[in-house]
């Protein structure tokens, strides 16, 4: 999190000042007082005791801190001040392709030994191992356990061989191109093209305006060598890099290890200064109005460019504090519109961030409907004039304190169980850009000091030097249609005038002064207990069959989480009643619950943690929930507000609609959402439970039916299994499950999934869907087919699937730079009927589809027939073991492994025993696995292909004899 930090309380001054004498010398005091608070605020933020910061004599940073969080793991980072602003005009795009070569050969890992050396000690590309480049930085982190001091040593010298010792291989450089022209290619669509419009006028005269860090296909397909190398010791040099380190290791002797090791990387001596580039000012309003005929709906956006705010002091603190309340309550405000019968937006909100090194940005914007730009527009600005007329209402700022003030007090109660990923985010934010970092501890000090001397006065006020005359830049974008009016600059300005003369209402703040559930139920007690010592597990049934599942950790001190699920679900819904249905649980959230609507839910709940949401799905209805342990109780009355006092509000109908006719309208200008459709209709020819998103499916919608759907599926607790996890006392648990999921209705209603008749097809068969302007496919291939449901087969199929991931990955990007991803999953389905579905899906160049396709079928036949390499066998068993090693000490992990086990009636125990399955697991068994659920018996290969802009795509499908 962002922390700014404290220091000595400003209430100190004011008991030295109440000792004095009245008269003149009060008022002379009261100046003192005034000096010396002015002074205080002035005063430095600290820098965190607990990380060890310090720079080499050669340059380098580096941070350093002792967390256990998670246990036996650390973060590594090697954070670059230098990104894509840096390049020269022959380097655009190579500050990127730099970092993609780190990956590519070191001298201590050559080719793909890095990351062969990542996944045998059970870390994941992607998510243990990766990169970003922007603007003005590169960042580089692993994350690794800290078992074995060989790991250790080579995470440092993956660090040190980063900082200095890329090779830059003339082959490898080749074989990355491909790559590296590939991520470019599955970016490529109607937002990046806006994207490509906008970034000249946002940052006009300045070379951010020339320097997005994918850069330009030409110099990525053609650089030199001497290029990169250029870039590589121009600016990957000591005085410009941090190392970071923080995790559950001795910070002494990482310091030391780090001295060691990077201290001696030389620091260039004529090495240039690294600029910070002006983003220019300008008097005029610049405009941007893009249309785009992909564009599947309207944005408009206002945008003011401001000098950086560095955040150095205990004023800066403060003023922080004042921005993040006046933001709090405006977005509250404009979310409320939201769900008007008839909303003038579909989406507004407002904020202040920084856009570069160099300037900050306070920008308004708004989703708006088609044709009525003008109203969502004016809508928006409206509620900030009000705010600049009128100001917040005291209760406003009362509710937006008590957020604002929870949220430190849960960060300081978890401030032993902050994930170390968290702060070394945190420490590279602040070598980059300067943000303070205190800790928690200062922080929370600060908030609690100022919060409540922080006037309505001052608040109001916060916005009024955010709007100005001067360097303004108004950005719309909208689709491409014939005969959709497209605003003109002059179109745009009226608008602003209008809405800076027009009158508007005093806000009102409504808030119903009722207990959120009255009467309070009188308990009901335990009718049966059962324990399982060696999970910790508590289970409970109730006296209406409500079954509970309790497990208290310390994984987390602020959080409890919990699940609930009933069999059934929309499976036993009629086709005729799908859609009101599908859009039941949505409908209800949106309404609130018992004599709250939503706005009114969340103002009752200010400075509460406590949240419940409902869903109804194909084979179950169920609950998920989170709460801080000091409002556990409101999250139970939260569940049974949900089962006895559901709401369905025509207003949010009515808003509702309005938004899925504003999706629906112009959804099909997006080829993705095109090839979903199409995809759909394959699969499941036609079915009425597999349509798509149209102004059919909309006036299908019916609130009536929907409410009394929502109320049929929770009418019956007594087939309700609840499962919670977290930091509890489990007699509290007990005695509020008695009092509030004990006095739940149950009626004697045994039932279960129902089979709708909404198989996928069978055989092999081939789609192409022709749509987009781009040269870019997306391909599909699915396996499908009808299984006996085996919890035995679970392990086995996972296997095979991050097998084939690892397989892909070499193949079709490493070795033929087609593809920057292939994605792989497989899953087994139980109800309504035995069923697999897995998937290989990647984006690439049209012209290497079939080729491509042909080496997916062509791996799989060899998991298949010779089973997993021996190294990749190994390879994902180890990543099995670390990551059951890190989960099983996480709520998450509990929650969702528990949550399976009642499902399907399995013993809670067997989550023990994973890894000694993972060991037992050969390769004889992943490749049955692969038999059984890649057969191409039943097989999907679809392609989206560059076709025609008209509204309906050419599509051509082909079942195989």
């Known amino acids: 999190m962002k922390a700014l930090g404290s220091v000595r309380s400003v209430g100190s001054v004011r008991s030295v000042a109440s000792l004095r004498s009245v008269g003149a010398a009060w008022l002379g005091l009261l100046a003192f007082g005034a000096a010396i608070h002015a002074a205080a605020l002035d005063e430095p933020l600290p820098v965190d005791p607990a990380v060890r910061l310090g720079r080499l004599d050669n340059g380098l940073t580096y941070y350093i801190r002792e967390n256990h969080k998670p246990e036996n793991r650390a973060q590594f980072r090697l954070v670059v001040n230098a990104g894509s602003v840096l390049e020269d005009d022959d380097q655009r795009g190579l500050a990127h392709f730099l970092e993609h070569m780190a990956f590519n050969g070191t001298r201590h890992f050559p080719k793909q030994a890095l990351v062969d050396f990542l996944e045998r000690i059970g870390m994941r590309f992607g998510a243990d191992l990766n990169a970003y480049t922007s603007f003005d930085e590169t960042v580089y982190f692993l994350e690794i356990p800290l078992d074995q001091e060989e790991i250790i040593d080579k995470a440092f010298q993956v660090l040190a061989d980063w900082a200095h010792e890329v090779t830059l291989d003339p082959a490898e450089i080749e074989a990355e191109r491909g790559v590296v022209l590939e991520e470019w290619r599955s970016g490529l669509d109607a937002s990046w093209r806006v994207l490509n419009q906008q970034v000249p006028v946002l940052f006009r005269g300045s070379r951010y305006a020339e320097r997005l860090p994918i850069g330009q296909t030409n110099i990525i397909a053609t650089a030199p060598r001497e290029a990169l190398v250029r870039f590589y010791r121009r600016w990957y040099r000591p005085d ?509 209603r045994p039932e279960g999934p129902v089979f709708r008749g909404d198989d996928p097809v069978r055989g092999r068969v081939t789609l192409r869907v022709f749509k987009g302007m781009e040269n870019r496919s997306e391909v599909r291939l699915l396996f499908t087919g009808d299984t006996r449901w085996e919890d035995a087969w679970r392990l086995p199929l996972q296997m095979a699937v991050d097998v084939l991931r690892i397989r892909l990955r070499e193949t079709l990007r490493e070795e033929e730079g087609g593809v920057y991803g292939a994605g792989v999953s497989g899953q087994l389905q139980r109800w309504p009927k035995g069923a697999y579905a897995c998937r290989v899906a990647f984006a690439c160049d049209p012209g290497r589809v079939d080729e491509l396709v042909a080496l997916v079928l062509e791996e799989i036949r060899r998991l298949q027939e010779d089973g997993p390499r021996p190294e990749d066998l190994a390879k994902v068993k180890e990543i099995a073991l670390r990551s059951f090693e890190r989960g099983r000490k996480e709520n998450p992990f509990w929650l969702g492994n528990l949550e399976f086990r009642a499902r399907h009636g399995l013993d809670p125990r067997d989550i023990l025993s994973y890894p000694d399955r993972v060991k037992a697991l050969d390769g004889a068994r992943i490749a049955e696995a692969a038999r059984r659920y890649f057969a191409n018996h039943n097989l999907v290969i679809a392609r989206l292909e560059p076709g025609p802009l008209e509204p309906k795509a050419k599509a051509e499908s082909k079942k195989a004899d």
Do not use: C
């Open 240 to 748: 410009l890099m941090a190392v970071i380190l923080v995790g559950d290791f001795d910070a002494g002797t990482m310091e030391r290890r780090v001295k060691e090791t990077f201290g001696p990387i030389p620091r260039p001596e004529d090495a240039p200064e690294r600029p910070l580039f002006p983003v220019p000012d300008h008097k005029e309003t610049l405009f941007s109005i893009v249309t785009d005929p992909e564009l599947p709906g309207a944005s408009i956006a206002i945008a003011y460019k401001h000098p950086h705010e560095e955040e150095k002091t205990r004023g800066d603190y403060r003023r922080t504090l004042v921005e993040s309340l006046y933001l709090a309550m405006l977005n509250a405000r404009l979310d409320e519109k939201t769900r008007l019968p008839d909303p003038p937006y579909l989406f507004a909100a407002m904020d202040k961030m920084a856009l570069v090194r160099t300037k900050d940005l306070f920008v308004q914007q708004a989703a708006v409907k088609e044709g009525a730009w003008a109203e969502g527009l004016k809508a928006m600005l409206l509620e900030a004039r009000r705010v600049q007329r009128d100001g917040f209402t005291a209760s406003e700022l009362e509710r937006a304190r008590a957020n604002l003030l929870r949220s430190y007090e849960r960060a300081y109660a978890e401030r032993d169980k902050r994930e170390s990923g968290s702060y070394a985010a945190e420490y590279t934010r602040h070598f980059l850009t300067g943000e303070p970092i205190p800790g928690i501890e200062e922080e929370l000090r600060m908030a609690r000091e100022f919060l409540p001397g922080i006037a309505l006065e001052e608040v109001n006020r916060a916005a009024s030097r955010w709007i100005t005359p001067t360097n303004r830049v108004i950005l719309y974008s909208g689709p491409a249609k014939p005969g959709l009016p497209v605003p003109g600059e002059q179109d745009i300005l009226a608008v602003l005038e209008e809405a800076a003369r027009a009158e508007v209402e005093p806000y009102r703040d409504e808030l119903a002064d009722r207990p959120l559930l009255d009467p309070i139920p009188e308990p009901r007690p335990v009718v049966r207990t059962n324990a399982i010592p060696e999970l910790g597990l508590i289970q409970w049934e109730l006296a209406n069959g409500v079954r509970v599942w309790a497990k208290p950790t310390d994984f987390k001190n602020d959080e409890v989480l919990m699940t609930a699920f009933s069999p059934g679900g929309l499976s036993l819904v009629e086709d005729e009643d799908y859609v009101a249905g599908q859009t039941a649980a949505m409908l209800v959230g949106q309404s609130g619950l018992g004599d709250y609507d939503l706005t009114q839910l969340r103002k009752k709940l200010a400075g509460r943690i406590a949240s419940v949401s409902a869903s109804i799905g194909e084979t179950s209805e169920g609950l998920s929930g989170s709460a801080s342990p000091r409002d556990l109780e409101t999250l139970f009355q939260l569940i049974h507000l949900t089962f006895t006092r559901p709401r369905a509000d025509e207003r949010v109908f009515s808003a509702v609609q309005t938004m899925l006719r504003e999706q629906a309208r112009n959804r099909l200008n997006d080829p993705a959402e095109v090839f979903a459709d199409e995809l759909e209709r394959v699969l499941y020819g036609g079915h009425p439970r597999h349509r798509p998103l149209d102004e059919a499916w909309i006036r299908q919608m019916n609130l009536a039916r929907s409410l009394a759907i929502f109320r049929d599926r929770f009418a019956n607790a007594g087939d309700f299994h609840f499962v919670f996890v977290g930091r509890f006392d489990p007699a509290e648990l007990r005695s509020l499950a008695e009092r509030y999921l004990a006095t739940l209705p149950a009626i004697d």
